[in-house]
């Protein structure tokens, strides 16, 4: 027993018990370091539990422990909990329910994953934001592609463009090809004076 309680200090699992019949909890010491209660007592009631979880999370919290007693099943939980210094914690819980003669009882372990949920966000955030590069680099590099391939004035397609486009023609064996050159005079003055940024 000494060393399962060693065990179970080193790993920071903290162990209860839940009298479904009685309502009584029991607590070991590791449960109230998780909860930072500063108590020892083995034995604490359902709303010492209740009041330290995130108001946020209480209600599902509740519910998935009610769920496991109305269906006769093991119980399972992730949820917040509030320090009284103020410090937030994830914590999950797992139990599974046995019953003897005299009643049922759920037997439970619950750790600190905190660490974890910190990690797995960070890793959605750097994600969120290596797919948004990737997304405006694509996006940059459509625009540099257009820009080298129009003018930029009009928007119209410009020579490289042309010349692109005609050696696409050449390599699908067209047989028939006819250009139509326009020459508008004095345009380049035009473009030279109206379409150049200052």
Known sequence: LRRLELALDASQIGVWEHDVDTDVVLWDLQMHKLYATGLSDRFVTPAVWLAAIHPDDRMQAD???SDAIARKGDYSSDFRIIWPNGEIHHLRSRAHRYEDAASAKYVGAEWDVTADVLLSRELSNQKSIAEARA???EASAAQIAYAAEHDYLTGLPN???FDKRLSEF????V???????IDL????SVNDTLGHPS
């Open 63 to 65: 519910k998935d422990f």
């Open 135 to 137: 997304v405006a680099l």
């Open 159 to 161: 020579r490289r463009f």
């Open 170 to 173: 050449s390599n699908d064996d």
């Open 175 to 181: 047989e028939r090809l006819a250009v139509l050159h």
């Open 185 to 188: 005079d004095y345009f380049k």
